[in-house]
């Protein structure tokens, strides 16, 4: 008998984006809502597509994950759902306890791919509630969207990981890019981007140039995902303030390099503590320096 294949389901809606820096005081409170999951949006009424998401240090794209820094990506199956979720406790539990936030709402307009096994299909005009041209005019003036996620093999995630800081030092520096956040369903595998751009010349200028499309080309080349889904987007409504990619750069660089003179004055500190207790000929039982 032949084997039955799944049928591929689409998923179409209104996207919502939440991105979130919390507080120091209530870490505690995002991390639980890590925990839970896509559990902490349940029975929300239109909802058809949720992920809650961590991030990378600073909300960047590296390895070493940041404490506070968190992102909702969510689907809706129309825009008054989306606009009620915006305005309800789940979101705003989020923003009262938030040093940066921001909040988007857009309209798919192409994707390539699938997210656990559903493709996604463009924004309908009945879903917005307006009539919409979905073609992705160049001379629209409302910032553009990407949304990239990817499935990493274990076996080729050191490779992946290779390619990531020049990826990320691009998307940094273009003159288009307005918002961009790595986010991250588990560690290193299952990993996602969200950026926002001021129009298509400087979406597409980064994703066909440099260092960005010579890692999509390795990717596709050495099969370095099993999934994996791009969609373009166009931004219908925004909210709140998220810093600009330079600024988070500068931010990490400044956190790094304070890290690292911390890690210096501690290993300083244990080093005349260690020639101090040489010197009185005591041995230094238990003593030690935090890491």
Known sequence: MPEHTPELITLSGVVVVVLVNTLSEHKTWAWMRMVQGPAV??????????????????????????????????????????????????????????????????????????WDGQAWGATSSTQLGFESDAANDPSDPRPLAALTRASIRPAKAMAFWRNAPATQAAMQQASGCTLAMGLGEAPLVRQCTFSLWKDTPSMLEYAHQGAHQQAIE???????????????????????????????????????????????????????????????????????TAS
């Open 41 to 114: 949006l349940k029975d929300i009424p239109g909802m058809c597509f949720a992920k809650v998401m961590g991030s990378g240090h600073g909300g960047g794209f590296g390895i070493r994950p940041s404490a506070t820094h968190q992102g909702l990506i969510t689907m809706f199956d129309h825009a008054d759902h989306a606009k009620a979720f915006l305005a309800g406790p789940v979101v705003q539990g989020y923003r009262e306890r938030a040093g940066d936030f921001w909040t988007g709402t857009l309209e798919v307009l192409t994707a390539r791919g699938q």
């Open 218 to 288: 390795a990717a596709y080349k050495h099969r370095y995902f099993s999934e994996s889904l791009f969609v373009r987007m166009r931004l219908l409504q925004q909210d709140g303030h998220w810093p600009a990619p330079s600024q988070i750069a500068t931010s990490n660089l400044n956190e790094d390099a304070a890290d690292e003179a911390d890690t210096t004055d501690k290993s300083d500190t244990q080093d005349r503590a260690t020639v101090e207790a040489e010197h009185l000929h005591e041995p230094m039982h238990g003593k030690g």
